[in-house]
């Protein structure tokens, strides 16, 4: 099991996380992604999840990287990442704002969700989880 995963500071403004999604042909499988950092002005195409965070409790986990570290997710997360992942092929790029902002930056967070309504408008789909 890897060490809880630490974020890389963004180095601009205008730059966001997107997770990469590691395919899995069993549903069942653990998570395993990359967040990758990448300026919004020339972003490669990605998608955008809207869900319910519901109650803060963390009690599943995404393995981030080749090292494995980990990132503590909610039930309903999970469920969503476990529909969502491909079976085969490419990464999935997706765009959680639960991920893809250090929820535990302050100083991040002021910066990132001003960005959001951009995020969502230049995905090339928003996908609505309602678990």
């Given at each position: 099991?890897?060490?809880?995963?630490?974020?890389?500071p963004l180095s601009a403004a205008s730059e966001i996380r997107i997770l990469e999604l590691d395919s899995a042909d069993?549903?069942?499988a653990p998570l395993h992604a990359s967040l990758a950092h990448e300026p919004l002005d020339q972003i490669t195409p990605y998608e955008?999840?809207?869900y319910t965070w519901g109650a803060d409790v963390f009690p599943h986990q995404l393995?981030?990287?080749?090292?494995?570290?980990?990132?503590?997710?909610?039930?309903?997360?999970h469920s969503a990442l476990q529909h969502l992942r491909p079976r085969t092929g490419?990464?999935?790029?997706l765009w959680i704002d639960a991920l893809c902002?250090?929820?535990a930056d302050p100083d991040e967070k002021s910066k990132q969700i001003p960005l959001m309504a951009a995020i969502y408008r230049d995905a090339t789909?928003?996908?609505?989880?309602?678990?």
């Amino acid at each position: 099991m890897g060490s809880s995963y630490s974020y890389q500071p963004l180095s601009a403004a205008s730059e966001i996380r997107i997770l990469e999604l590691d395919s899995a042909d069993a549903p069942s499988a653990p998570l395993h992604a990359s967040l990758a950092h990448e300026p919004l002005d020339q972003i490669t195409p990605y998608e955008a999840l809207s869900y319910t965070w519901g109650a803060d409790v963390f009690p599943h986990q995404l393995h981030i990287g080749p090292e494995s570290h980990t990132i503590n997710i909610t039930s309903n997360l999970h469920s969503a990442l476990q529909h969502l992942r491909p079976r085969t092929g490419p990464p999935r790029r997706l765009w959680i704002d639960a991920l893809c902002i250090n929820q535990a930056d302050p100083d991040e967070k002021s910066k990132q969700i001003p960005l959001m309504a951009a995020i969502y408008r230049d995905a090339t789909k928003v996908i609505a989880w309602l678990g």
